[in-house]
Structure formats: structure tokens, C-alpha cells
């Protein structure tokens, strides 16, 4: 029995026998030559033919797995015909007489040297495409076959010195019971092949996996990252109760995303995603949210030298209400300060941005910035449900004179005769003390709250959130904030309007109970949360 | 000669997927693309020398177009980059 601990990179228990692959390598071959000329020949036919390879894998990856793993062979197709990586190539051949085989190897190791010092994690991690497509060639020159299958019904755990995309796509997806690399990582492009075909996968680093683990019988835990090669009866039995509860709970999981959030004693609560991008809502959808609690605008502004248009904002808030299909969308007004900078928006630098003119603050002292927003959240209202909500609100006359902000966008529109809602549904993000102890008085100028637990942490307990070394001090849990979400709820629900939670605390499953019991109407949550927050919802008495 | 500057918010950085993305739209254009990122430069047709650059989320990068289709490439890469990174 050898176990060894690695690093799961997608998730799934299974066991079975190990049908070990040896990588390609050119061991045996000469490493220089005298007729150049006949290499550079060898050399660009074995490229001509890889291309081919990897049109072929191309087309089989559109067919089993999905788009973006078809793009790995797309990016590897491009690499091979990088004119810096085949001239380096040639060149070995040519001025230091490299055999075929030697010059792909030593310019494979150059480029991925080069690569590894890029100063990007992820990009070092690219090696690994380049090692693919070096063993690819390699293989090709030397003219080894492929890789010898096995019979078409055998079910196997495949193991690797390193496992590739390309190698993996070549069993047929029903004989993969599950994958054992020395080499990778989680963003390797193997990995995340193996997570879309759904095999269990684990990178067992550091470990030199050769042909004796052959025909062994192994269980890969991609759950947790352990291999066993020889398990005993005991080790078996316990692999395989892990299997059926975590395939158990997954699909309880995803058996939950039609039913209700309800308790059990039938207290309903709504669950909604937050969201940064067309893509988060996308993502929202997939776990079932009943829409969007908290849309982020500043995706739309960060990292540009100009401001977005009215009609552009427009197109992206339309778009998200054309894939809520009658689902709630709330907009976020620009949520920005000088410790979130962008280039389109000149901001002073503050020595306290959190407490500086940030958010609202912002958007008052930039009419045109706030106007702009606020016609074309009116304008997508036009095809749908959308509230906007307003950040930072510590006091009456702020959120009446954003109210105003908003009449006079929609008088605006009105005169040009641009088609927008009528009316918005509006709130008010809760998350400074100041709101949350004023909010009966609030509640009276809104029509929903909605809590920003991050922020509202920040500001009661006097923590910079960005501040590592006060990191202790930032108890979201603290009494204090509780008692502010408890008292924003009771003070929402005297005046009639509903109140909900966008930060990360809502997802905390730890004090969901307290929350319901609170009243609270409305959890907004990333979407790999909800499930599992859902779950514990229908738990509770 | 036209210049567009902007910071990369993408998690990944430029990462290899959406680079070849890039560097496929660059090949359509006659005029020089560069990309200019911490103290280093490289094309942007050619997808190791971009990948080389290593950029990483919040990096300023300045790219440079310069030939006689350079608005037409400043259109369509800025688009590609402010909606890829």
C-alpha cells in the first residue's frame, strides 16, 4: 500500500486498476546531425503533422467536452506556429547542428525557462502546453505510436508522469474512472479538461510515477487530494462510502436548485446572486437564483480613460434584464473612491478614502457621472424588473436628493422621448452605522434596504477591512453588527418594505438562523454559495 | 501613431486563452501593435513574446498601433481587450 497526498483538482472519488502512460521522450535518439538540411525536412513535417494532431483534437474536444477546452488545442496550435519558437527551432538545426529531436526539446526548454521567469504565476504554469507539444512532436519524429490504448471496455485510472490534455483526450471519456498526474496544477490546462469531462483528477507533486504503479489498483480521491496505489479491504470500503455521500450530496445539492428556500416550519426566504459581469448572471441562473440582489456597475468603469455612454450602460443593463427573464435586477449606483481608482473618473488622493468622497458622495459632486447612470438604469427598466439602489446613504437628505437625481434623469428622458420606466422600485444600501440606527426614519424614503455587511462591518467596528494586521479586530459576528442588521430589519418591516442582505455574511451559514429569525426577506449571495446556503434554509425548524 | 492605455482587471492577467484571442485579431492588421508592460515590450501578434510579458491583474499596459490601418486596429484590440482583461 503507498499513499500519497496531492493536490485535488477536480473533485469525484473513484478506484480502479492504473493504466500508466510513459511521456514521450527522445532518449535514444542522436542529438546532432551533419545533414541539416534533412532535419529542418523532418523537423517541419513532424510540425505539419502535430497541426494536423491538434485540428483532430480540436474537433473531438468541440464534440466531448466544451468550448473552452477546444481553445486549449486552438492555443496550442497558435504556439507551434509561433514564428520566434520556430525559428529558434530551426536555427538549432541550422547553426548548432541539432538533431530534429534535440533542437524541439532544448527550444521547448527555453521558451518555458522564459516563460517561468514572466513574473505571472499563471503564465509560468503555461510550460506545461509547451512540454504537451514537445512530447507531441517528439513523439511524431520518432515515429513511436501514439499511445497503446487499452480494449475499448476497459475502465481505467489513467496515470502520468504528467497528464496533458492531449493524452487525456484520447481514451474515450467512458473508460476514464479517473486521473493520477505528477506533475500540473489547478489551473493546468489538464485540470480543467478533467473537470469538464467530470473525472475525479489528482496532481501528485513532487512524486516520480513510473510504469511499476502499472496494473495496481488505486483509488483517487479528487475530493481531497489523496491516491492510494494497493488499497486494503478497509481502505476500499471507505473510498467507496466517501464516493456514494459526496455523489449523494452533490446531487441533493443540485436537486435543490428548483425547490424553495423554505424552513420547515414554511418561512420562505428569497435567494439572489450578486454580480460583477454578464457572466456572474449567467452563473446566477445555473444555481437557480431568483435574481440579482446586488449588480455591481463598476466593472463598467475600472481600468478605462473613458468614461462608458449612456447607450453603452444601457446595452449592459438591458442585456442583464433580457437574461433575468422577469427576475429582479438591482442596480448599484457607482460604488467608487479613491482606494478603487480609474483612470476615466479624476479622483484626489485621499488619506482616508474609506471615509473620503466615495460612492454617493462621488456621484453628487459629478452630476453628469450620476445622470448618466440613473437614464440608462430607466432606460433597461424599460424591458423589466429593475430597482436601483443607492450606496453609502448616511442621511435623509442624501437619499432624498439622490430620489430627486432620479425624477429629473426620467424628466430628462421624457423631453427626448426616450422609451424608460415610469417609476423604480429604489433603496438604500444599509452599511454605515449611521443608516442602519436612523432606519425608521429611512425606511420612510425607500422602498427596500438592503444590508452591506462588508462595509457595515468596517465602519462599527473601526477596522479597515484592507488592513491585514487589523484583521482580528474584524468580527463580523461582533454583537454590535448584528444588533444593527436585527434593528434594520424591524424598522424596514414596521414601514412595509422588504429587506435583504448583500454581503458576504448572508452566505454565512453560521448565522443564517439568526437572520431568519430576524425576518429578514432576502439572502444575495455569490452563486457557489447558494446551494449550499440553500440547503441550509430548509434545514432549519 | 495611436496609444491606449489601461490597467488589467481580469483575475488571470493576460492568460493564454484570450492572448490567442488577441494576437489572432492583431494578425488581421498591417500595422505594428506593441504592448508595453512592466519595462518590457513585445508584439502583439506574436503569443509567446506576449505571454513573456507576464501581466498579471492591475498592471498598467500601454499598446501602441503604428502603420496606415492603426484606427482600425485601435478599434477593434481596445474593444477586445476592454471586454477580455
Redesign the interface.
Known amino acids: 500500500m503507498t499513499e500519497l497526498k496531492g493536490l485535488p483538482v477536480s473533485p469525484g472519488i473513484a478506484a480502479g486498476t492504473v493504466y500508466f502512460v510513459a511521456t514521450a521522450d527522445n532518449a535514444g535518439t542522436p542529438r546532432k546531425t551533419e545533414d541539416t538540411e534533412a532535419e529542418i525536412r523532418r523537423l517541419t513535417g513532424a510540425l505539419d503533422r502535430a497541426a494536423e494532431e491538434l485540428t483532430g483534437l480540436y474537433d473531438k474536444a468541440l464534440n466531448t467536452a466544451d468550448d473552452s477546452v477546444a481553445d486549449i488545442f486552438m492555443i496550442h496550435g497558435m504556439m507551434l506556429q509561433d514564428d520566434d519558437f520556430r525559428n529558434r527551432m530551426t536555427a538549432l538545426i541550422t547553426k548548432d547542428g541539432f538533431s530534429a529531436e534535440a533542437a524541439v526539446s532544448r527550444a521547448a526548454a527555453e521558451f518555458e525557462e522564459d516563460l517561468s521567469k514572466s513574473g505571472s504565476d499563471y503564465i509560468a504554469q503555461r510550460g506545461a502546453d509547451i512540454s504537451d507539444l514537445e512530447h507531441m512532436v517528439i513523439r511524431i519524429l520518432t515515429g513511436r505510436s501514439a499511445v497503446q490504448l487499452p480494449d475499448a471496455d476497459e475502465k481505467i485510472i489513467l496515470a502520468a508522469d504528467e497528464i496533458t490534455p492531449s493524452l487525456t483526450l484520447m481514451f474515450e471519456r467512458s473508460q476514464l474512472l479517473g486521473l493520477v498526474s505528477g506533475k500540473g496544477s489547478t489551473t493546468s490546462h489538464a485540470a480543467i479538461l478533467a473537470r469538464s469531462l467530470g473525472i475525479p483528477a489528482v496532481i501528485a507533486s513532487g512524486t516520480v510515477l513510473d510504469n511499476t504503479v502499472s496494473g495496481v489498483q488505486c483509488i483517487v480521491d479528487g475530493v481531497h487530494g489523496n491516491v492510494i496505489f494497493s488499497p486494503d479491504v478497509q481502505q476500499f470500503e471507505d473510498a467507496d462510502r466517501c464516493r456514494k455521500k459526496y455523489e449523494l450530496e452533490q446531487q441533493e445539492l443540485l436537486s435543490l436548485r428548483t425547490a424553495p428556500a423554505e424552513t420547515e416550519s414554511g418561512q420562505k426566504v428569497t435567494l439572489c446572486c450578486n454580480a460583477g459581469s454578464l457572466d456572474d448572471i449567467d452563473r446566477a441562473l445555473e444555481c437557480g437564483a431568483e435574481g440579482i440582489g446586488l449588480f455591481r456597475s463598476e466593472f463598467l468603469y475600472l481600468g478605462r480613460s473613458e468614461l462608458p455612454t449612456e447607450e453603452e450602460l444601457t446595452d449592459v443593463y438591458t442585456k442583464a434584464v433580457r437574461k433575468l427573464n422577469g427576475r429582479r435586477l438591482v442596480v448599484r449606483t457607482l460604488d467608487i473612491g479613491a482606494d478603487k481608482k480609474t483612470d476615466c473618473i479624476p479622483m484626489k488622493p485621499e488619506p482616508n478614502p474609506a471615509l473620503g468622497i466615495r460612492a454617493l458622495r462621488l456621484c453628487f459632486a459629478e452630476p453628469d457621472l450620476f445622470a448618466v447612470q440613473l437614464r440608462a438604469i430607466l432606460r433597461a427598466a424599460a424591458n423589466g424588473p429593475v430597482s436601483v439602489m443607492f450606496p453609502m446613504i448616511c442621511s435623509v437628505s442624501e437619499i432624498r436628493r439622490a430620489k430627486a437625481c432620479l425624477t429629473s434623469a426620467a424628466d430628462d428622458l421624457e423631453k427626448r422621448k426616450i422609451p424608460h420606466a415610469d417609476r423604480l422600485e429604489t433603496g438604500i444600501m444599509v452599511e454605515t452605522p449611521a443608516a442602519a440606527v436612523i432606519s425608521d426614519i429611512l425606511a420612510e424614503e425607500a422602498d427596500f434596504f438592503s444590508i452591506g455587511s462588508n462595509d457595515l462591518t468596517q465602519y462599527t467596528l473601526a477596522v479597515d477591512r484592507q488592513n491585514e494586521d487589523a484583521s482580528a479586530y474584524c468580527d463580523p459576528h461582533h454583537e454590535s453588527v448584528m444588533r444593527l442588521i436585527e434593528l434594520t430589519v424591524k424598522n424596514a418591516h414596521e414601514h412595509g418594505i422588504w429587506c435583504g442582505i448583500c454581503g458576504e455574511l448572508g452566505a454565512d451559514t453560521s448565522v443564517t438562523k439568526r437572520f431568519l429569525l430576524s425576518g429578514i426577506d432576502e439572502l444575495s449571495v455569490s452563486p457557489q454559495a447558494l446551494l449550499l446556503l440553500k440547503k441550509k434554509i430548509r434545514e432549519l425548524p | 501613431m495611436k496609444e491606449?492605455?489601461?490597467?488589467?482587471?481580469a483575475a488571470?492577467?493576460i492568460?493564454?486563452?484570450p492572448?490567442?484571442v488577441l494576437?489572432?485579431a492583431a494578425m488581421k492588421y498591417k500595422c505594428d501593435i506593441t504592448m508595453k508592460a512592466?519595462d518590457r515590450e513585445a508584439s502583439v501578434k506574436?503569443?509567446?513574446?506576449l505571454?513573456?510579458?507576464?501581466?498579471?491583474q492591475n498592471d498598467v499596459i500601454t499598446v501602441v498601433f503604428n502603420g496606415e490601418d492603426e484606427e482600425d486596429a485601435y478599434k477593434e484590440i481596445t474593444k477586445n481587450i476592454?471586454e477580455n482583461?
Do not use: Q, T
Not at chain 2, 506574436?46 to 513574446?49: P, S
Open positions: 491606449f492605455r489601461y490597467i488589467i482587471k488571470d492577467g492568460h493564454a486563452r492572448a490567442g494576437v489572432n512592466n506574436k503569443l509567446f513574446a505571454m513573456k510579458l507576464g501581466i498579471k476592454g482583461y
